[in-house]
């Protein structure tokens, strides 16, 4: 009885499932949805997918010279996304590496961000799980060119909601074209600033709309708290997370200045700060000690005046008002002083403080070492950014007279990216969004009047008869021209992508060809990799510790992390040490084995018929004076000139240094000083052009 009534019961919904009235309103829903794909919307979603394309393009451009990790950074990220996928996500968290700053090692939990090998790795995982079969290295080598394209559409919803879909389109266009972006979201370039600025647009986009004044109580706490895990996430994946904090706090404080606090301000503020510090001080390498930060301070600081601004509006009294902020304030800089007092305010890092005050960098020579680090100049503004650097200061205007929460936002972004930006060259990564935002508002304010010419609208006022009319083809080509001047030149967007990866190029600024590829380092690598005892203890100059280790599967003494700068100043004065002193050093640290890297050729002179050398200076020929300054030597008592068939004068260590003799030994002799070989370094590999150079060290006799 019960299973008739079952069967009548399913037939009876059935029936009704596919009454007339229900298939009649299923229809009138599709009909809905139809009419919301305006053309606007279709022109706007197929302009962003064309966009989307193009930017992926433009970043997997590199592929042609080989599919490779670029620079020394993503293969410790790649080293630690392999290490996770084969040993677990708990494993990572107790990983002491002693293949790397041997002997200590590294305790990698505690000097890494687990951001980005955590990420890949589940990833990684995803993919095979649907079918794909990729190893994690093909993973880590597209993952940048994945987050630049998120990254693209991001902006585009930023930008669409601060200005509109013609904003949008046209913040996502720069960003897609961005030189700078793509030089960090390009095919292989599998390290920290991908999530980085992915993630920093991220969270100004939900952070603005948590602000949005026709939200209800609820949707503003969702979005802040969709904005604190991903400020949280942030703070897991890239140093700079610092910046992005410090933004929103001051962001705040500026609408305060501005009189726009508003209750919805406090809530998402201090939705936003809360969960993110509290994912923050999971993170081993941060840690509860983050809480005692400076910028940590400060933010926190910040939620407590937020507070009080909300205490003090039911306080009629103005008098009554101004005492209750001086008691405030008094008592946060007593709070702040004791704290101080007590040794509990943990200093910013040195790096950071560098970009802070530039000057800083001048007494950091390891820091100031690394090209990146070095100020920004116009002409690196205007190679990377294009037109846009010189109409992104109208977008300020426009922002600045409208002036409601999202734009004060981004003129603060853009404003302290540009200081940051012009601190640090590579840094202008974090300008690119601000740059594209702001000229894309500006590009769209100049271009409006001129649409309305074209379209025949009326946009001045009959009375005003002195306006000399003009046709709609003024309108028109005034748009076209405007276009053409801001529009982003393709050849640096293509010359950012379009070069070889740091390895296929043998760390060189060049663009080799098929016929003339300079693979030296690959081969050197590849050597060491397979002749090399497994016991072996290399020692290297710190910029290619990451590829010994991981490429050439051997430990190291220091690599790209600069964890340990005593050490790098060890290796330095090896370097540039006598036979004698050098091999001591070398002998306290297990080392068997030294590489050397020159870049130098070799050309016959004409007229006397001897051997012309030239040194380009990419490789130790020209970092042998960082060498000197890290370990606090004078460079003049070491160097020694010689001059190439065109009368140019190099600077190179002199023949009497361990470097100047494993140099002049792998040339195969010196044309301009005495020479004699090193006694203790044989020489065991050279590459094809004798850049790399590989030497055993031979004890022998050393007390």
Partial sequence: MSSTRTKERLKGSTKDYFSSETVMGSLRSIGSIRHKFTRSLIFSLGALALIVVIGAMLRSLSVRWGFYLTEFDPYWQYHQTQYIVDHGYLAWFSWHDNTVWFPWGRSVAQSSYPGIPFSAAALYTFLNVLGLNLTVFDVCVIWPVLMGVLTIILVYFLGKDIGGKEVGIFSALFIALSASHISRTSLGFFDDETVGVFTLVLVALLFLRSLDSRRTLKGTILYAIATGLSLGYL????????????????????????RKYSRRLLVSYSVTISIAFLIAIQVPRIGVGFLTQLPTLSAIGMALLLCMMEFTRNIQNSNMRIASFGVFFIALGSTYLLLEYFGLVSPLVAKFISVLNPFERVTQPLIESVAEHRPATWASFFYEMGSILFIAPLGFYFLLRRSNVRDLFVVLLGITALYFAASMVRLTLILAPALAILASVAVVELVKPFINIARETVIFSKKRRFVPKVGREFGAIFVIILLLLVFPPLSRAVDSSYTPTTLASSSLPVRPTDANSFDDWIQALSWMNDNLPRESVVAAWWDYGYWITVIGNHTTLADNGTINSTQIAQIGQMFLSNETQATKILKAHDVTHVVVFVTWSSTTSSTTGSQDVKFYGFG???????????????????????????????????????????????IGGSPVSSYSAPEHFNLVFASTSRWVLVYQVNYTGVS
């Fill in 235 to 258: 703070q897991a994946t890239w140093g700079a997370s610092i910046y992005v904090v410090s933004l929103i706090a001051l962001f705040a404080g500026v609408l305060i200045v501005f």
């Fill in 620 to 666: 130790e020929d020209g970092k042998w004076r960082w060498m000197a300054r890290i370990a606090g030597l004078n460079e003049t008592e070491f160097e020694e000139t010689t001059k190439d068939s065109s009368g140019n004068s190099y600077g190179i260590p002199n023949a009497n240094t361990v470097l100047g003799k494993m140099i002049w030994n792998g």
